[in-house]
């Protein structure tokens, strides 16, 4: 089946740890990307990537890293240094012939 | 810049009955793209609904109809006929067709419907 996959779909770190949440498809989009979403909140982007070894920044990618050296696989590593760490987070990807994201199930990520 | 709003935290609608989720966006391209996607409380994305900017006439996706007022820059979602499952949160976003791949997302309308 095609897809986007997330694990874990809860993780848990201590304070002061970096962390790495794992993104895969196999739609065999270009695009890929990272969201935040806080508690009643909506979808804040934080890197997306057009093509493979190429990324941008979203509006908070303060305290996160990324790589895209294969197109079915975009890693988001939440850093020591972003602040709030403690969220939901939502891989999407897009064909460039479609405006449709798909979304994969997402990983909340405590921090405590 | 871009911005899409939305201006309902909540809504409650009766069973069965019709509801309106409004949606305006601004952006200065002319060619783009507007979306619904509803997110239940497991947290998934699920899409809704599709709207072009170039699209004369109002996309429609089963009970889903989205009221395109390109002069007015809204995308209200249309619901008909509301179901129990149709309880969660809804975002409006909308992806320009030029440059970058990049979406933008409303703040989310939670919509409860009531037996």
């Known amino acids: 089946d095609g897809g986007i996959t997330q694990s874990p779909k809860y993780l848990f770190r201590k304070e002061g740890q970096n962390v790495t949440l794992s993104c895969e498809q196999n739609?065999?989009?270009?695009?890929m990307y990272w969201y935040r979403q806080d508690p009643g909140q909506g979808l804040r982007l934080i890197y997306y990537?057009?093509?493979?070894?190429?990324?941008q920044k979203g509006d908070i990618a303060e305290g996160y890293s990324v790589s895209r050296e294969k197109k079915e696989s975009f890693p988001l590593t939440v850093t020591s240094a972003q602040k709030n760490p403690t969220a939901f987070y939502l891989c999407?990807?897009?064909?460039?012939?479609?405006?449709?994201?798909?979304f994969g199930p997402g990983t909340r990520l405590t921090v405590t | 810049a871009q911005k899409i709003t939305q201006t309902q935290p909540g809504m409650f609608v009766q069973e069965k009955e019709a509801v309106t989720l409004d949606c305006t966006y601004d952006t200065s391209d002319q060619s783009y793209g507007l979306f619904w996607y509803k997110q239940p409380s497991s947290g998934e994305m699920i899409f809704l609904i599709y709207q072009g900017s170039y699209d004369e006439q109002n996309a429609t996706e089963g009970r889903y109809s989205l009221n395109f007022q390109k002069a007015r820059k809204s995308a209200n979602l249309v619901i008909s006929a509301s179901q129990l499952g149709d309880s969660a949160m809804y975002f409006c976003?909308?992806?320009?067709?030029?440059?970058?791949?990049?979406?933008?997302f409303g703040t989310g309308t939670r919509l409860k419907v009531l037996a």
């Open positions: 990537s057009q093509i493979v070894n190429d990324f």
């Open positions: 739609l065999n989009h270009d695009a």
């Open positions: 999407a990807s897009g064909g460039q012939g479609s405006y449709e994201q798909y």
């Open positions: 976003a909308m992806r320009e067709a030029s440059g970058t791949y990049k979406y933008i």
